[in-house]
């Protein structure tokens, strides 16, 4: 069993160490089924890419804005939202970690 908030602390301070400002660790692997924790500084980004099959995105630590075509999302502490079917990008608005849950094909 893994430990959610001691994998947000680990990996927000390795993202705070890195001259990215992110951190990443692959928490469940179960094909289809993926887990990752993702801590992002404040103002780091992960770029545009094309979304999953289905995915969502729990905010751990922090907040962050998960931006779309579609429209773009504030999310905060405790928020858990899914993933437009769409290619998009997430940026941290503070310190934040997140984890996000995918089903790929």
């Known amino acids: 069993m893994d430990d959610l908030n001691a994998l ?3 990996h927000l301070a390795a993202a705070r160490d890195n001259a ?3 951190s990443a660790h692959l928490l ?3 094909e289809p089924l993926r887990q990752t924790v993702i801590a992002l500084t404040s103002g780091s980004a ?4 094309n979304a999953p ?3 969502s995105l729990q905010v ?3 907040a962050v804005r998960l931006t779309a075509g579609s429209g773009d999302v ?8 899914p993933i437009p079917q769409e290619r998009h990008g997430l940026t941290a608005l503070e310190d934040a970690v997140v984890l996000l849950t995918a ?3």
Do not use: C, K, S, Y
Not at 46 to 49: F, K, N, V
Not at 75 to 80: C, H, I, K
């Open 8 to 10: 947000a602390e680990e």
């Open 20 to 22: 990215h400002g992110r």
């Open 28 to 30: 469940l692997r179960q």
């Open 46 to 49: 992960l770029d545009e890419h």
């Open 53 to 55: 099959p289905a995915a």
């Open 60 to 62: 751990l630590r922090g």
């Open 74 to 81: 504030e999310l905060t502490a405790g928020t858990l939202h």
């Open 103 to 105: 089903v790929n094909d």
